[in-house]
């Protein structure tokens, strides 16, 4: 059965930075698009960041040009990057896979989840 299992999430005060990761079991993200979700306190879930089968990236206006999705080469682990962070940050961080990413327009992978926590 594939599994995602994030990791890296925490607690940090405002202004600091953490690194999320996910990594995969029984399955490559090859051909996969990946995503990261994160759902605040009492909030939907939201879509943050994306990378393609390609490298393609693409990021929510919320977090653009202080979080950075990244794959390594292998594909088999995920990256979330994070900087400047600020308390509307805290929520938990999902990642999630759609493969294979032509026919799979949402995801149909998903890991659990990691709590990341702002203070100011």
């Known amino acids: 059965q594939v599994t995602m299992v994030e990791s890296g999430g925490g607690s940090v005060q405002a202004g600091g930075s953490l690194m999320l990761s996910c990594a995969a079991r029984?399955?490559?993200?090859?051909?996969?698009?990946m995503d990261w979700y994160r759902q605040p306190p009492g909030k939907e879930r939201e879509l943050i960041a994306s990378?393609?089968?390609?490298?393609?990236?693409t990021y929510a206006d919320s977090v653009k040009g202080r979080f950075t999705i990244s794959i390594t080469t292998d594909v088999k682990t995920l990256y979330l990057h994070m900087t400047d962070l600020k308390s509307d940050d805290t929520a938990v961080y999902i990642c999630?896979?759609?493969?294979?990413?032509?026919?799979?327009?949402?995801?149909?992978?998903w890991g659990q989840g990691t709590q990341v926590t702002v203070s100011s």
């Open positions: 999630a896979a759609r493969c294979p990413a032509w026919l799979q327009e949402r995801p149909n992978y």
């Open positions: 029984y399955v490559q993200f090859a051909n996969c698009g």
């Open positions: 990378i393609s089968e390609v490298g393609a990236t």
